[in-house]
């Protein structure tokens, strides 16, 4: 007995496979110095010319930033809310999810990340590192708390390709280290 439980035409359809993309949480201060601001922006862009979906808080600051640089190289940036309203998600996300949760999504983004890269110094920050941590996902700071065990980048792009690991790509796609 087979059993379908799509309807209409299926010529109608194409079944595409998901492109494997790194998901990297930027999680920092909703308000950065400008320094601060400019790195997040600086990490954005690059994970997104790296192929990467930019996961984050969905609000200001840090996370503006970050989505900002992440949607202006034509990258994805997904933020997720801690109110029940997608209206007030930052204005560069490509996608803002509405969770209701509060600082709780804190949980849901470093479970969703494959790697977390943290900017500033807020208690919120600090919560996302923690979770991250004990989810065992990867995180590196950058201008950001120093912690025993967890790597401090000093630049965007060692960020990046520390929060890339061995996925990491040129924007012209050609995989890290190839001629």
């Not at 979906?53 to 996370?63: F, P, S, W």
């Not at 991250?132 to 965007?156: F, I």
Request: hydrophobic content about 45%; some cysteine; overall charge neutral.
């Amino acid at each position: 007995m087979r059993i379908t439980f799509l309807m209409g035409r299926l010529h109608e359809y194409r079944l595409q496979p998901v492109k494997p993309s790194r998901y990297v949480a930027v999680c920092g201060a909703s308000e950065p110095d400008p320094r601060q601001r400019q790195m997040a922006r600086e990490v954005g862009k690059l994970l997104a010319e790296a192929g990467a979906v930019v996961l984050c808080g969905g609000l200001g600051g840090v996370m503006e930033a970050a989505s900002e640089g992440a949607t202006t190289a034509g990258g994805t940036a997904v933020g997720l809310l801690p109110g029940a309203d997608r209206a007030l998600g930052n204005p560069h996300l490509t996608l803002a999810l509405a969770t209701g949760l509060g600082e709780a999504r804190n949980a849901i983004l470093t479970c969703a990340a494959d790697s977390v890269i943290a900017i500033g110094c807020g208690w919120g920050t600090l919560s996302e590192i923690a979770l991250a941590r004990k989810l065992g996902r990867e995180v590196v700071c950058l201008d950001s708390w120093q912690l025993e065990g967890v790597p401090v980048a000093a630049s965007p792009e060692e960020a990046v390709k520390a929060a890339l690991g061995d996925r990491h790509e040129s924007p012209a796609g050609a995989k890290k280290g190839a001629a």
